[in-house]
């Protein structure tokens, strides 16, 4: 009888060992367990503007055309404090349409502002963009500005040009703005975002994709001044292929006439998942 109760109370122990070891290796795998918690949320904000939520709850945002943009939803273009607090601002290049409210943006939440170094230092020597508030770097320069987020910046093929207005004179003035990039955003649980900025076609999108691997690539389809629909398409099946692509960078200017249909068309019999999106709506990944 003694014997019986001791293999009894053995067993039970043993299970309980058992039980506890799984909870804990369930535990240790959890996002909550991992610091990675949630969805990435993307809001679209027209043009090539996104707002970006991370995992953890960070807010990335990206070529902020807010209140000068015809496709803000009213929300933003009528309120800049509405997009939220902002941990992270990125900017692709100095054209109107992408740098916007950035400086804006950056004293507003006394966030830096990352890009391009040769755009960086006119902002400032301009006294547009406090030197403490910008942040230079240059192609296949990697950042991590926030703790688990990585930022490479990447090819674009594009051009630069910063237009202000001298308070001085009240006149507009050209000043030269180095070279667009594009970025690698990996967050902190491993999803990378490709924001090719403004682009044309370049067969290094290739090397990119395969160096990079992103999972979900945000590209301009409007034409004129980037690649039109078919370009695009061209580019994601051929040389990229990512697993999805939200188009964008069309619908808000008469030059630009791509369309969502003609890249949707274009990507006929492609596995690729497109991403349609629609300004002011968010989706989560």
């Known amino acids: 009888m003694k014997n019986s109760s001791t293999t009894k109370s053995l067993g039970m122990f043993l299970l309980s060992a058992v039980l506890l070891l799984t909870a804990g290796i369930a535990r240790a795998q959890s996002p909550a367990a991992s610091g990675v918690q949630g969805k990435t949320e993307v809001l679209w904000l027209g043009q090539a503007g996104f707002r970006i939520k991370t995992p953890q709850g960070k807010m990335i945002l990206i070529d902020p055309w807010i209140t000068g943009g015809p496709k803000t939803p009213p929300m933003y273009k009528n309120d800049l404090a509405a997009i939220g607090p902002i941990d992270l601002l990125l900017v692709t290049h100095a054209h109107v349409d ?88 990996e967050l902190e649980n491993g999803f990378k975002i490709w924001h090719m900025g403004d682009t044309g076609l370049f067969s290094d999108m290739k090397f990119i994709s395969e160096h990079y691997k992103p999972d979900l690539v945000m590209i301009p389809i409007g034409g004129n001044f980037t690649m039109a629909p078919d370009d695009a398409a061209f580019a994601i099946r051929t040389w990229v292929k990512p697993k999805m692509v939200i188009p964008m960078h069309y619908n808000s200017n008469p030059m630009t006439k791509g369309t969502l249909a003609e890249f949707q068309e274009a990507m006929k019999g492609s596995n690729i998942k497109i991403v349609p999106m629609t300004e002011g709506e968010t989706v989560q990944f």
Do not use: C
């Not at 020597?125 to 770097?137: K, S």
């Open 98 to 185: 992408h740098i916007g409210d950035a400086p804006a943006l950056a004293k507003m939440n006394n966030t830096k502002l990352y890009g391009p170094a040769d755009m960086v230092t006119p902002l400032t020597t301009l006294g547009i963009l406090p030197a403490d508030l910008g942040h230079r770097f240059n192609k296949t320069g990697r950042v991590t500005p926030l703790p688990g987020i990585k930022v490479t910046a990447v090819q674009a093929e594009h051009s630069s040009l910063l237009v202000w207005k001298n308070p001085a004179t009240d006149k507009l003035e050209s000043h030269p703005a180095g070279e667009p990039m594009g970025y690698i955003i």
